[in-house]
């Protein structure tokens, strides 16, 4: 037993574990996800449904979105940002690594008559031949990624861009990593049975990196047959380190948002929204 607990509550090397994919391609817990996403009361996997029709909005006139734009939305879930961007005329396309929510998403194209290209995968692997005048990537998806990644995910979208197209992305400010705290929790089926439909208990870790600004909720989810751990990595950005990331991937900030609603920056925010562009046609 003692064994046991050590390994629950072990911390991990920053970003030593990668199981965001299993939220989204797990039979039981995708369908949970998916319902979180359409709830549109709530701030779960998507934002509530005013935020969204007000960030739209916004996107739309900030980057003069048409019938001429092309966009794609990384992690698109079930095409909340997709099928608003689409009703402009634009050309749309998304992608996500959830087969559920992109059946979600492709029904709801199919019913309202518009136009997307939805793309079931990895986003890291993406092999795209088209080119785009906006890259999105919303709800701080851009801070589950290592530092690899995030590498790795800038120069795919370097590879896409147009001429003179932009990006825009929101992350976690230095103001959220401070108001976390470490903790430690168990509850039986944790979050009303979110992890599995059989009886679990759950160990919820909390460990925050000083260093790194990084927080990690480490989840441990214990039934009758099995044990299996969830990592999910929260990195936070000061508007200088976002800024340094992206230069040196040839990427230059030139707009900053409290959110990717347009808000004026607050450096009081917890989260942040960031415009980038191709170093060459900034």
């Known amino acids: 037993m003692f064994c046991e607990l050590n390994e629950i509550n072990k911390r991990p090397q920053p970003f030593e574990f990668y199981t ?20 549109e009361s709530i ?38 940002y997709t099928s608003r961007f689409a009703k402009t005329g634009a050309k749309v396309t998304g992608i996500d690594f959830s087969q559920r929510s992109l059946e979600y998403a492709q029904k709801e194209a199919v019913k309202n008559n518009l136009n997307i290209d939805y793309i079931w995968g990895d986003y890291l692997k993406v092999d795209l031949n088209e080119k785009y005048d906006l890259i999105t990537m919303i709800m701080c998806d851009y801070t589950a990624l290592s530092p690899a990644q995030r590498k790795k995910l800038l120069d795919i979208f370097r590879g896409l861009l147009k001429p003179g197209g932009s990006i825009i992305l929101d992350v976690y400010s230095y103001n ?26 759950c160990f919820v870790n909390t460990f925050k990196y000083e260093m790194e600004k990084l927080i990690l909720e480490k989840y441990a989810i214990i039934d009758k047959s099995s044990k299996r751990f969830i990592y999910n990595w929260f990195q936070c950005f000061s508007v200088e380190s976002i800024r340094s990331e992206f230069e040196e991937n040839g990427l230059g900030v030139i707009d900053i948002f409290s ?24």
């Open 43 to 80: 701030d779960a996997a998507s934002r509530n449904i005013g935020f969204i029709d007000k960030s739209v909005e916004w996107m739309v006139e900030y980057f003069n979105i048409n019938s001429s734009s092309s966009i794609i939305d990384f992690g698109c879930g079930p095409g909340l």
């Open 20 to 39: 965001a994919p299993e939220l989204w391609t797990n039979e039981y817990t995708s369908q949970k996800m998916l319902e979180y996403h359409l709830d």
């Open 176 to 201: 959220y990593f401070h108001e976390n705290q470490e903790i430690s929790i168990y509850e039986f089926n944790h979050l009303n049975r979110f992890w599995s439909p059989d009886d679990y208990y």
């Open 259 to 282: 959110d990717v609603a347009g808000k004026g920056f607050d450096n009081k925010t917890k989260e942040f929204a960031i415009v980038a562009r191709d170093n060459k046609f900034k």
